[in-house]
C-alpha cells in the first residue's frame, strides 16, 4: 500500500496569507493525487484531481503542483471559507489511501 | 444536479449488522464505480470498499474483509454497504462516493471521488 504522509498536522493562518500543504507519498506515484477539503460535519468535497486540475467551480487561488513522490497544495490568499480540514489522495494504486489531514485554522 | 444520499446508519451493539444504503440520482449510475469512505470520531478518512458500475469487482479494506458486502441495484441507482459482526472500531461516519471517471469496468479510477453524500453514523457500543 501507499503510504500518504501530510505535513504539517495542522496550521494557524490569518486571511489573506499564502498557505502551503505537503504530501509525501511512500512510492512513485505520478501525479495521481488529488486534494479534498473537508469543513466541520460537512462531506469531503474533491478541489483538485491528477495534482493540478481544479474542479469546476473551485476558486482560482487553489493550485496544486508536483509529482512522483511530493506534492503541494496551495492557497494563495486565504479566504474565511478555505478554513477547513485538507486530504491529500493518491489514486495511483489500489487500495486508494489518503493523508492525515492538514487542519487549517484562524490565526 | 448529481446527488448522493445515505441512509441506515444507527446504534448497534457489537456482532450486530446494519444496512448502510446510497440513493443516487443525475447522473448514469451504472457506469459509475462507487465507494465507500469512513471517519472515525475525530479521525481522517479511509476507503472502505468499492464496486465496479458493472458490479462485478470490488475491493474491501482488510479489516472488513469477511465482514462488509458491498452491492448495488441499478435499476434502482443504489449501492449497498451490508456490515455484519460489527465492532466498536467500525464506529465512524460513513460516506458514499462517486468515482469521476465512467468505466464500468473499474472500481476505482485515477481521477479521484468527486460527488460525497453527505454521510450516515454508524455507532457500535456495548
Known amino acids: 500500500d501507499i503510504q500518504m504522509t501530510q505535513s504539517p498536522s495542522s496550521l494557524s493562518a490569518s486571511v489573506g496569507d499564502r498557505v502551503t500543504i505537503t504530501c509525501r507519498a511512500s512510492q512513485s506515484m505520478s501525479t495521481w493525487l488529488n486534494w479534498y477539503q473537508q469543513r466541520p460535519g460537512k462531506a469531503p468535497k474533491l478541489l483538485i484531481s491528477?495534482?493540478?486540475s481544479l474542479q469546476t467551480g473551485v476558486p482560482s487561488r487553489f493550485s496544486g503542483s508536483g509529482s512522483g513522490t511530493e506534492f503541494t497544495l496551495t492557497i494563495s490568499s486565504l479566504q474565511p471559507e478555505d478554513f477547513a480540514t485538507y486530504y491529500c489522495?493518491?489514486?495511483?494504486?489500489?487500495?486508494?489511501?489518503f493523508g492525515g489531514g492538514t487542519k487549517v485554522e484562524i490565526k | 444536479d448529481v446527488q448522493l444520499w445515505e441512509s441506515g446508519g444507527g446504534f448497534v451493539q457489537p456482532g450486530g449488522s446494519l444496512r448502510l444504503s446510497c440513493a443516487a440520482s443525475g447522473f448514469t449510475f451504472n457506469t459509475y464505480a462507487m465507494s465507500w469512505v469512513r471517519q472515525a470520531p475525530g479521525k481522517g478518512l479511509e476507503w472502505v470498499s468499492a464496486?465496479?458500475?458493472?458490479?462485478?469487482?470490488?475491493y474491501y479494506v482488510e479489516s472488513v474483509k469477511g465482514r462488509f458486502t458491498i452491492s448495488r441495484d441499478n435499476s434502482k441507482n443504489t449501492l449497498y454497504l451490508q456490515m455484519n459482526n460489527l465492532r466498536a472500531e467500525d464506529t465512524a461516519v460513513y460516506y458514499c462516493?462517486?468515482?469521476?471517471?465512467?468505466?464500468?469496468?473499474?472500481?476505482?479510477?485515477?481521477?479521484?471521488?468527486?460527488?460525497w453524500g453527505q454521510g450516515t453514523t454508524v455507532t457500535v457500543s456495548s
Open positions: 489522495q493518491q489514486s495511483y494504486s489500489s487500495p486508494l489511501t
Open positions: 491528477g495534482t493540478s
Open positions: 462516493a462517486k468515482d469521476r471517471y465512467d468505466d464500468p469496468a473499474i472500481y476505482y479510477s485515477y481521477y479521484g471521488l468527486d460527488v
Open positions: 464496486l465496479s458500475g458493472s458490479g462485478d469487482r470490488t
